[in-house]
């Protein structure tokens, strides 16, 4: 069983009649799921995914003290670590000494603070730059089994993508990345006999491959584990060139056996996100394989002046 399933199976069987029952003036104020850290809040949970924070449970989010006073908050966490701590073949953990207790009671302001820094999750451009994705996933992926004022909802739907002008930006920054460490350094540090150095380069150049792909699709990209993952379910880079067809060139990249090759396979991958700024309108009518080059080409593309005019790198993170 999923983690996502089990927790909401969980919530309707305990979680739900516990706060019909005891809490009917809360109910309406409070926000109830399965969103923030963990494989299980985007679906990638496995086997291996048991050894640590897999259990029965859901987080319940309160509204602030003005609306839930810290007695009645201090009541919930009572009443939550009273739930039964066995269902369906699975046992509730204590904390973890391996990413902690990312489940229970907690004050929805201090996780969105936590998480995107501000308790209100509305953001600026300039906090939009400085974000990072995994963080923007964490709050908007998962699934929301109950929310009373639709406030929580109303935040997730609000952060489900960047804007514009920051994608394109932080575009910008990584197909730049591509273009220095994989068409550029890569060659210049074989012929120095600089492997490691080289290796590196075909590192950098994949990272930013990943993140680059993400951003065309409009996607945030997960923490570093779940990247390739992920990527395998874009359908479409370029067209004919699916998420899954790039995972496996990267991944050629950086486990092949020595570098034979490798150089012509950067410059195929490059030419294909080439085509993609066009396909996507993120360039002119010709496609540019020289990265560096296209990636200002796409940095002018931001409408904001004062974003435009930042570093190419300054939404890279």
Same mark, same amino acid.
């Given at each position: 069983?999923?983690?996502?399933?089990?927790?909401?199976?969980?919530?309707?069987?305990?979680?739900?009649?516990?706060?019909?029952?005891?809490?009917?003036?809360?109910?309406?104020?409070?926000?109830?799921?399965? +969103?923030?850290?963990?494989?299980?809040?985007?679906?990638?949970? =496995?086997?291996?995914?048991?050894?640590? =924070?897999?259990?029965?449970?859901? +987080?319940?989010?309160?509204?602030?003290?003005?609306?839930?006073?810290?007695?009645?908050?201090?009541?919930?966490?009572?009443?939550?670590?009273?739930?039964? =701590?066995?269902?369906?073949?699975f046992r509730r953990k204590g904390i973890s000494p391996v990413g902690g207790n990312r489940l229970g009671v907690r004050r929805l302001d201090a996780f969105l603070e936590e998480k995107t820094?501000?308790?209100? $999750?509305?953001?600026?451009?300039?906090?939009?730059?400085?974000?990072?994705?995994?963080?923007?996933?964490?709050?908007? %992926?998962?699934?929301?089994?109950? =929310?009373?004022?639709?406030?929580?909802?109303?935040?997730?739907? $609000?952060?489900?993508?960047?804007?514009?002008?920051?994608?394109?930006?932080?575009?910008?920054?990584?197909?730049?990345?591509?273009?220095?460490?994989?068409?550029?350094?890569?060659?210049?540090?074989?012929?120095?006999?600089?492997?490691?150095?080289?290796?590196?380069?075909?590192?950098?150049?994949?990272? &930013?491959?990943?993140?680059?792909?993400?951003?065309?699709?409009?996607?945030?990209?997960?923490?570093?584990?779940?990247?390739?993952? &992920?990527?395998?379910?874009?359908?479409?880079?370029?067209?004919?060139? &699916?998420?899954?067809?790039?995972?496996?060139?990267?991944?050629a990249l950086m486990t092949g056996p020595g570098d034979a090759g490798k150089q012509e396979a950067v410059e195929r991958v490059a030419m294909r996100f080439a085509e993609a700024l066009r396909?996507?309108?993120?360039?002119?009518?010709?496609?540019?394989?020289?990265?560096?080059? %296209? %990636?200002?080409?796409?940095?002018?593309?931001?409408?904001?002046?004062?974003?435009?005019?930042?570093?190419?790198?300054?939404?890279? +993170?």
């Amino acid at each position: 069983m999923k983690g996502l399933e089990l927790s909401e199976r969980y919530y309707r069987a305990y979680g739900q009649p516990m706060l019909e029952s005891r809490f009917p003036a809360l109910l309406p104020h409070l926000a109830c799921g399965l +969103i923030g850290e963990g494989s299980e809040c985007l679906g990638y949970d =496995d086997e291996i995914s048991r050894d640590h =924070d897999f259990e029965p449970g859901f +987080i319940l989010f309160l509204p602030g003290e003005n609306v839930v006073s810290r007695r009645d908050a201090f009541l919930l966490e009572r009443a939550y670590q009273a739930l039964p =701590d066995t269902f369906e073949g699975f046992r509730r953990k204590g904390i973890s000494p391996v990413g902690g207790n990312r489940l229970g009671v907690r004050r929805l302001d201090a996780f969105l603070e936590e998480k995107t820094g501000r308790p209100d $999750g509305v953001l600026t451009l300039k906090d939009w730059m400085t974000v990072p994705e995994q963080a923007l996933l964490e709050v908007t %992926a998962g699934r929301v089994f109950y =929310d009373g004022l639709g406030t929580l909802t109303g935040v997730r739907a $609000g952060l489900r993508r960047l804007p514009d002008d920051v994608r394109v930006k932080r575009l910008a920054g990584h197909l730049l990345l591509m273009g220095q460490a994989g068409q550029y350094n890569y060659g210049r540090c074989l012929r120095r006999g600089e492997h490691a150095a080289a290796a590196s380069c075909l590192y950098r150049f994949a990272e &930013s491959a990943v993140h680059a792909a993400h951003l065309l699709e409009g996607r945030y990209v997960p923490y570093y584990k779940w990247q390739f993952r &992920s990527l395998r379910e874009i359908p479409v880079v370029a067209e004919g060139y &699916s998420g899954e067809a790039l995972s496996a060139d990267l991944e050629a990249l950086m486990t092949g056996p020595g570098d034979a090759g490798k150089q012509e396979a950067v410059e195929r991958v490059a030419m294909r996100f080439a085509e993609a700024l066009r396909e996507f309108g993120l360039t002119d009518g010709n496609i540019d394989p020289e990265l560096e080059r %296209a %990636a200002y080409a796409v940095n002018g593309r931001v409408e904001d002046p004062g974003i435009r005019n930042l570093n190419i790198l300054a939404a890279v +993170i």
